[in-house]
């Protein structure tokens, strides 16, 4: 079992920046990858990042690619998501999730359902 606990979210004005966290713990070896996802109210979960947990490959969705960095710290079992000139349209859920068994697609970064734990994630609101 892994635990996964994210922390960082709170409010925001436009045009400023988080930096969330996500701590893994448990039987956190191996991992494989960590992703970020995001849930805006009426939406549906959608992928932010991910990051090869070994290979330190990095992935960004379209909607954040330019203004955000995802880093690890492999010792400290702990990845990080930081998003600069947040728009309101960033309000959402942030969950991580890691993948700690090997899928057979060998999805570069890995689909969605390819995350075997989950977060509860954390609150991020942009205020305009």
Not at 87 to 102: G, I, L, M, S, W
């Amino acid at each position: 079992q892994v635990q996964l606990v994210e922390s960082g979210g709170g409010l925001v004005q436009a045009g400023g920046s988080l930096d969330l966290s996500c701590v893994a713990s448990g039987r956190t070896s191996p991992t494989y990858y960590m992703g970020w996802f995001r849930q805006a109210p009426g939406k549906e979960r959608e992928f932010v990042g991910a990051i090869n947990w070994n290979r330190g490959n990095l992935y960004y969705a379209d909607s954040v690619k330019g203004r955000s960095a995802i880093t690890k710290n492999n010792a400290e079992n702990t990845a990080r998501l930081q998003i600069g000139g947040l728009k309101p349209e960033d309000t959402a859920v942030y969950y991580c999730a890691a993948q700690t068994r090997k899928y057979a697609s060998g999805n570069n970064p890995p689909h969605p359902d390819e995350y075997d734990y989950w977060g509860r994630g954390t609150q991020v609101t942009v205020s305009s």
